[in-house]
Every structure is written in C-alpha cells, then in structure tokens.
C-alpha cells in the first residue's frame, strides 16, 4: 500500500524537467534570478544554477547565490531549457562563445531559451532572434542590438515567439518565470 503512495512523488522526483539559469559572477539582476527561480520551483522544475565559474555569484542588490555549475561545463542534454538572467553583468555574456554555443544547443533541440533583462542581447547576438520577436531592457544601446541583429524589438514586458521567451525586466521576473514554466509544460 505504501509504495502505490510513493510513485507519484518518485515519478515527480526523477521526471522534474531541470531549468539552467545563467548569472553573471558579479552584477546579476537578484529579481531576475530569485522571482523567476521561485516561479519555475512552484510548476514543480527544478533548477540548477551556473556561471562563468562555479562559487559565490553576487546580485546587484546584494544578493547572492552559489553557482553549482561553470558554463564551459553546462551540457544541453543535461536540461529541458535555459535562462539568462539580465543585470549589468550579463553584458559579459553578451560575445561569449561558450554562452552563444549553449544557446544554439537548446535552440536546435528545440527547448526553451530565455533572457530576461538586458541578457536577450546574448541571444540576439548569437543569432537567434533574427526575425523573430522579442523584447530587452529599455536602454536604446540595447534595442539597436537586437535590431542590429535582426529581431523585432516589440517593447513587450514578456515575448514568447516559440520556443524563444524575453522579458524587459525585473518588473517582468514573475510573468517571464511562468512564461518558461508553461513552455516546459
């Protein structure tokens, strides 16, 4: 009788579809990450959290989490989507070979990829917005690079254009986060 009561915790358990969120070692936006963390825990995902290494990530507000994973390390196969977290460290993200490599992995398995902030420049420049439409944090330097890199700057809080979601923002953390968690499903 116990066991009949356990399986749907252990098929939640080992059939939770894990989220990759991405935050810069210094400077990431701490609603961006912890609002949109906390929306993707409450549909039940886990997540696991990255950087360029792994240690102690410090938010722009004085946050902080420990990041478990080194971006060099993150393999596609390994999660169901990835999040780029915005703040003013993210823009060391935004010609990053490894990040735009993460990036084309997830768009080609068709998983979800997201950037929130000003992070949807990290996207846009590893190509994957082009023609389609998205959105970013409102500072002209980057809108005119996701239009210089082909996408249709809508000005939307939250952009879902399959399997590729923006956000403008902190204001937009709670939306984008579920926004993510209803396109893993």
Same mark, same amino acid.
């Given at each position: 009788m116990i066991i009949y009561h356990l399986v749907p915790y252990v098929l939640q358990v080992c059939f939770m579809p894990k989220v990759l969120m991405v935050v810069a070692r210094d400077g990431f936006r701490d609603e961006e990450l912890f609002k949109t963390r906390e929306e993707l825990e409450a549909a039940g995902h886990e997540v696991v959290v990255a950087s360029d290494a792994v240690g102690l990530c410090k938010g722009k507000l004085g946050g902080s989490v420990r990041a478990e994973l080194a971006?060099? @390390? /993150?393999?596609?196969?390994? $999660?169901? *989507?990835?999040?780029?977290? &915005?703040?003013? &460290? *993210? *823009?060391? $993200?935004?010609? @990053? @070979? #490894? /990040?735009?490599?993460? /990036?084309? @992995? $997830?768009? =080609? *398995?068709?998983?979800? #990829? %997201?950037a929130i902030c000003i992070a949807p420049c990290i996207l846009a =420049?590893? &190509?994957?917005? =082009?023609? =389609?439409? /998205?959105? #970013?944090?409102?500072?002209?330097?980057? #809108?005119?690079?996701?239009?210089?890199?082909? %996408?249709?700057?809508t000005g939307k809080d939250v952009e879902v254009a399959s399997n590729m979601i923006t956000a403008s923002g902190p204001h937009a953390a709670r939306d984008f986060g579920k %926004?993510? %968690?209803?396109?893993l499903g």
């Open positions: 971006l060099c @390390d /993150a393999k596609e196969k390994d $999660f169901d *989507a990835l999040v780029f977290v &915005g703040g003013p &460290g *993210a *823009a060391g $993200f935004f010609d @990053d @070979d #490894v /990040a735009h490599g993460l /990036a084309k @992995d $997830f768009f =080609r *398995a068709e998983k979800p #990829v %997201a =420049r590893a &190509g994957l917005l =082009r023609g =389609r439409n /998205a959105t #970013v944090w409102s500072g002209p330097e980057y #809108v005119r690079i996701l239009k210089e890199e082909g %996408a249709k700057y %926004a993510v %968690a209803k396109r």
